[in-house]
């Protein structure tokens, strides 16, 4: 009897001593934020803050034990193309390290059970929500047929952000193609700007002298053709992205543009 009951309190301590609370604090801590993150922090993280992990995990899988197999089998073997979180994420945190050796299956179960039953807090997720809103608000701003600062248009952007994002799901073939059509577009548009520079710049220093705006009418046909030959890049990129790619990738690369 007191075999059993020393064998009782010892399985009860280490139980107690291995839940999923105290797991994260001593093996997820040291990297990730465990608390709820404000809108100014986020940016100063060496790592995603838990909140966000969870919150893209539960995004992209609906089953709650396919949830758990995704977070043991990530941390134990991680690698980009298993990703939940947009490509730029990635790029600003890297994949992160394997961690085995560092924890078991059976300790991982019980982080991955503690990560879904206690995140994303709720400020995190309004936050979130709260940016959403704002990204709808500013879908005008950010319409494909906009141009950055590369001479590209957003839609390509976005193509960057999300490049190895699961969600997305491009295919090897679909990569060599979007890299195609990006570098026939940026040598389009950078022979375009070339021509532009000086016609821009005769410009300048006519207004600068006080001449007469007639003195650079032809420099502003000059100029005014070849941003139409410049939009008709941007259009042409637009298109021929779009034709690679199916509908329910320019779905998720246009969530507000239905």
């Known amino acids: 009897m007191k075999k059993t009951l020393l064998l009782l309190a010892t399985t009860t301590a280490i139980t107690l001593a291995s839940t999923g609370a105290e797991l994260l604090e001593k093996k997820c801590a040291s990297c990730h934020m465990l608390e709820a993150p404000t809108f100014h922090q986020i940016p100063t993280l060496k790592a995603p803050p838990l909140d966000s992990i969870v919150f893209h995990v539960n995004l992209a899988i609906e089953d709650e034990q396919k949830k758990k197999e995704f977070i043991v089998d990530y941390v134990l073997n991680p690698d980009v193309s298993k990703t939940v979180c947009e490509s730029n994420k990635v790029a600003k945190y890297g994949v992160m390290p394997s961690q085995k050796g560092n924890v078991s299956k059976e300790e991982l179960a019980l982080i991955a059970a503690e990560m879904l039953a206690k ?56 990569k060599e193609k979007l890299l195609l059509v990006r570098k026939e577009t940026l040598g389009e548009v950078k022979a ?18 006080r001449e007469d705006p007639k003195s650079v009418e032809k420099q502003l046909e000059k100029i005014a053709k070849l941003k139409i030959e410049a939009s008709k890049a941007h259009l042409k990129c637009i298109a021929k992205t779009t034709a690679i790619l199916s509908d329910e990738q320019v779905a998720f690369l246009l969530p507000f543009w239905e």
């Open 119 to 174: 995140y994303p807090h709720p400020q995190f997720v309004s936050m979130i929500k709260e940016m959403l809103t704002n990204d709808k608000m500013k879908a005008l701003q950010t319409s494909p047929f906009l141009v950055n600062s590369e001479g590209l248009p957003h839609m390509t952007k976005l193509l960057v952000q999300n490049w190895d994002k699961a969600g997305l799901g491009l295919t090897k073939e679909q």
């Open 192 to 209: 375009i700007k070339q021509q532009l520079a000086p016609l821009e710049a005769v410009i300048a220093e006519a207004m600068i002298d």
